[in-house]
């Protein structure tokens, strides 16, 4: 188990050294006097551009991280209360409910992770 653990805290780290790297600080130009300019117009609209973009990797990171880690979590659930039956069939229908609970409470963190990122797309 400290070998699987080590090696999702890994991966993680990867994925969020990446995703630091993905997203560089873009500055906006505040000068009102370069308006006019064309220059100034295409810096801004590529500017513009850039931040979509990396509005769209921020939500596609949050979502992806949220549906593995919510994938995990169940596969963990699944398996113990497979295991917590296996000992006690009698107890199979308190196990179940439990899981079923769980189950539930997992999924409503992953949709929640989905309505954020749609927000960080759309709203920001």
């Known amino acids: 188990m400290k070998i699987m653990t080590k090696k999702l805290l890994l991966i993680l780290a990867a ?4 995703a630091a790297a993905a997203f560089p600080a873009y ?10 300019d064309e220059a100034a117009a295409q810096d801004t609209a590529e500017t ?5 973009s990396a ?5 596609a990171i ?3 991280l949220a549906a593995a880690a919510g994938a995990i979590g169940m596969g963990i659930v699944v398996g113990k209360s497979s295991e917590g039956i296996s000992r006690q069939p009698e107890a199979e229908g308190k196990i ?4 079923m609970l769980g189950l539930v409470f997992i999924e409503t963190v992953v949709i929640y992770a989905l309505i954020v990122a749609i927000l960080l797309i759309f709203v920001l």
């Open 15 to 18: 994925v969020l050294l990446l």
């Open 27 to 36: 500055a906006a130009d505040e000068n009102p006097a370069a308006a006019n």
């Open 48 to 52: 513009a551009e850039d931040a979509t």
């Open 55 to 59: 509005k769209a990797w921020g939500a």
């Open 62 to 64: 949050a979502v992806g």
């Open 96 to 99: 179940r409910s439990t899981m």
